[in-house]
């Protein structure tokens, strides 16, 4: 049986596959992980020290070494998105209820979840889409992207923004896993190919933990608003980033809208953020429904538009190019 190849065929699969049975695990039977105890109860409730693991892989798995180009592109990427989130965090916190919206349409929608959602890029995706539509230093880029993954730039967003107060030694708790395992890492090849081979390894594992908090009806009832969301990613961070890419980057703009989507990673953001900060315990488990879909949107959506953008750029450059030719004749 070919699972593997068929759960990789749906966009984030390897995430959302098993999200998706752990909400089905906590929706039916909520009370599993107490029932059968021991190590069965760790991989049901274990998100946090399971996160922790792939957390410090995923330090592990950077290099400090990169071209310039590859740093000027990725850089410009990852600070654009960053402070469109960072924005999108200031005015949603002075319009959206502390709590979230709990009535209507919107209901589910928080700070949280629209932050989670924006402030980190698919590096995966985007490297697949730049090999094909760009260059070999565009697809690089994502070398910075995987900086966003975990939950340290939402927490700077939040505590910049004005929003949530992180003492000092929770937020050294939070990144300090990532922080030595870039440096083991960084230190010795070695160990950043031993670490690195587990950052996809743990996925399935924390994902399902993850869907274990999650109650189907949560999704059932945030779906249409998870698809829109989406859409808004695309948007509120597309337009921002393909202008960084023009006039920053030195791109033609196709690298902007590559780098426009949701994170899988992301979908684990409420949840660590609302074991640091209490407040948000009530939001998460709605901010986290609304964030896998917004993964699976832009997933599907990303990819189509960066083509149709790609392909109407180079049929412009070449009628540009064309013109110059005629008038040279």
Known sequence: MQIKRAIEKIPGGMMLVPL?????????????????GSFTNGLIAGTVPILAVWFFCMGASIK???????????GTLVLTK????????????????ENGVEIGFFAGLSTLALVAAMDMTNGGLYASIMQQYGTKEEAGAFVLMSLESGPLMTMIILGTAGIASFEPHVFVGAVLPFLVGFALGNLDPELRDFFGKAVQTLIPFFAFALGNTINLSVIAQTGLLGILLGVMVIIITGIPLILADKFL????????????????????????????VPEFRSVAPAATALVATSVIVTSVLVPIITAIWSRKVKSARKSSLDQQAARIK
Request: charged share 10%.
């Open 20 to 36: 998706f049975i752990g909400a089905l695990c906590h929706t039916f039977a909520p009370d599993a992980g107490k029932y059968f």
């Open 64 to 74: 400090l070494s990169a071209t310039g180009t590859v740093l000027r592109k990725s």
């Open 82 to 97: 960053i402070a469109v989130a960072w924005i999108v965090a200031a005015v949603a916190s002075r319009v959206l209820p």
């Open 249 to 276: 980057g030195g791109g033609d703009g196709t690298a902007g809208i590559a780098a426009s989507s949701s994170a899988g990673a992301a979908v684990a953001t409420p949840v660590l953020i609302a074991e640091m």
